[in-house]
């Protein structure tokens, strides 16, 4: 064959596989614009993604050797594009697997340089994700595909020279393919590439533009936050991503009760209802974001429901799951991954927000509750009362006299000493006890003590001012009110790593219409102002699940408990 000959097949050789590769490029191009191919843009992809990539790459390869153009008995194609592309765009494991099964593909249709062919392809497979594991090429990823397009093509070409039989026949196909494989396969390389490098940096600026969108919340919402997570904090919270957001509704929770729903849906999602959709559930159970790209998957319970897919992201604050943002859509599969991830990005900012509104409302607890202890100490009725008491026994029993001035100071004078935010059990005990017996003097036989404290709790530290105002509470709102008093059991228990303590009294009760609404803070009046900073400050020390307990019958009695963990880290002042 002469060289005119040969330069005018290898054009339209050129040609007619550029023509192919044209091909290839709309399906990249279209691939690019889909779900499935967006796992390319992930960091780290699981197994099963890495099986869709395989799957995906394979076939643009296969296809590649279908699209080869027959010549003296052997085809001219660009198969080498696809198993080059998965290496440099998925890695080493991707990039071998496309290459071994494209290349045993090409072997199995046979040919005498079917071998020679395969075993390239699958060589260019290792060689592409190699450079994608350990090489970092100062040059762009185009250009390092069409060094390794352009290496394998004449790796192919020299196999078939040195094994394909006859030689002749070898050198033929040689040179007239060579130039067209070459230059087909670095051009359909390099616009793959940049297919893919332009769907990324689309996806990199939609990402700016959430994380944009996520501060710009985050900014919003941190006045409202503050409050802790309430209704009405969740309502403006809720309000602000609705607004800022396309989505169709949006929801906070707590553990429990749905805390507000802005949005479609609210007939049904109502505030105030205790969570059921499966999904909501789900998230609480497992402790992380559950997603629903289907109606089914939510699991409401309304068949017209209009929210059709989800997301909901566990909150916490201070590691405790304390609720979850819901962040529903009107159409379903409407999720993709930079949707998750911006609300998961929510979710971790709120729960930052929630940790430091805790932290000042424990700053701000600290402060009242110290107040509020200075002010107890110097409690004019209670001053007035006791010295009262001390007055009429100075005639009739002066040791007794004597001995309650000597209670009254060292109240007064543990009071005063008590800056510090935490104490020991013992300490706390001796002054509950200062407190009583100053009440017992009053009150004579009408106030019964009773002790049951374990002597492992007494060295164990606990907030300060946490027992008195409960017991204060019993004395005062408990047994007051009956004629005949009653009595007041204080118990201190080990429990696993927490320590148990109860204060129990058989006084009137607490209404049972009011005992939950009593420990809410800033709602509680006469009864309930003790009770309330008592429980507001363990929660904020300690975490929601730290909250005082209360059993309470009316006309029967009233028990308060709490829990202190024991290897939890204290500062003590002072």
Aim: hydrophobic share 45%.
């Amino acid at each position: 064959m002469g060289n005119s000959t040969i330069e005018i097949v290898e054009v339209h050789l050129s040609i007619v596989l550029v023509q192919r590769i044209a091909i290839i490029a709309v399906f990249a191009y279209v691939l690019s614009h889909t779900r499935a191919f967006r796992l390319l843009f992930k960091e780290t992809t699981t197994g099963r993604e890495k099986l869709a990539l395989i799957f995906i790459f394979s076939l643009i390869s296969i296809a590649g050797t279908y699209f080869g153009i027959p010549i003296e008995g052997a085809l001219a194609n660009v198969r080498d594009t696809g198993a080059i592309a998965a290496g440099l765009l998925a890695g080493p494991l991707v990039g071998t697997a496309t290459g071994v099964i494209s290349g045993l593909h090409r072997i199995y249709l046979g040919g005498f340089t079917a071998v020679q062919c395969g075993i390239a392809t699958i060589i260019g497979g290792v060689i592409a994700g190699y450079v994608h594991m350990r090489i970092k090429p100062k040059t762009s990823e185009w250009i390092t595909g069409v060094i390794i397009g352009v290496s394998v093509i004449m790796l192919s070409m020299g196999l078939i020279l040195v094994f394909a039989k006859p030689y002749e026949a070898a050198w033929s196909l040689v040179s007239l393919v060579a130039v067209p494989m070459s230059l087909a396969n670095a051009i359909g390389i390099a616009v793959f590439m940049i297919i893919i490098h332009n769907a990324k940096e689309h996806q990199t600026q939609i990402a700016a533009l959430q994380t944009h969108k996520a501060l710009k919340i985050a900014n919003a919402t941190l006045p409202h936050f503050r409050q802790g997570l309430n209704p009405i904090s969740a309502e403006k919270v809720a309000a602000n991503i609705l607004t800022m957001t396309s989505a169709a509704a949006v929801a906070i929770t707590d553990l429990e009760r749905v805390l507000t729903h802005i949005g479609r849906g609210s007939d049904h999602h109502a505030q105030g209802m205790r969570v059921f959709t499966k999904l909501t559930k789900a998230c609480l159970a497992q402790q992380q974001v559950t997603v629903a790209q289907t109606q089914a998957e939510i699991g409401c319970t309304e068949p017209a429901c209009p929210l059709k897919s989800a997301i909901v992201v566990p909150l916490y604050c201070r590691d405790e799951l304390v609720g979850t943002l819901k962040i529903y859509y009107a159409r379903e599969e409407a999720l993709t991954a930079l949707d998750i991830e911006f609300a998961q990005g929510l979710g971790q900012v709120f729960g930052t927000q929630l940790e430091l509104a805790a932290l000042q409302h424990k700053a701000e607890l600290t402060a009242k509750a110290e107040l509020k202890a200075l002010r107890a100490q110097i409690n004019p009725h209670f001053l007035f009362n006791s010295l009262n008491t001390i007055v009429s026994f100075c005639r009739t029993n002066p040791e007794n006299a004597r001995n309650l001035l000597i209670e009254l100071s060292e109240f007064f004078r543990r009071s005063l000493k008590t800056a510090r935010d935490f104490v020991t059990l013992k300490e706390e005990l001796e002054h509950v006890d200062s407190y009583l017996t100053l009440e017992q003097a009053r009150f004579g036989s009408r106030l019964t003590i009773e002790h049951a404290i374990d002597p492992d709790t007494l060295d164990i530290f606990i907030p300060a001012f946490t027992l008195q105002p409960l017991v204060e509470n019993a004395v005062k709102h408990g047994l007051l009110a009956k004629v005949d008093g009653g009595t007041i059991k204080i118990l201190a228990q080990i429990i696993g790593r927490q320590v148990e303590i109860s204060i129990t009294d058989n006084g009137q009760g607490i209404p049972a219409t009011i005992q939950k609404q009593i420990l809410e803070y800033g709602f509680g009046k006469g009864a309930g102002v003790g009770l309330t900073n008592v429980n507001e400050r363990l929660k904020a020390i300690y975490g929601p699940k730290h909250a005082l307990a209360i059993d309470s019958v009316e006309g029967q009695g009233t028990t308060v408990l709490l829990h202190i963990p024991i290897d939890m880290e204290v500062v003590v002042n002072g």
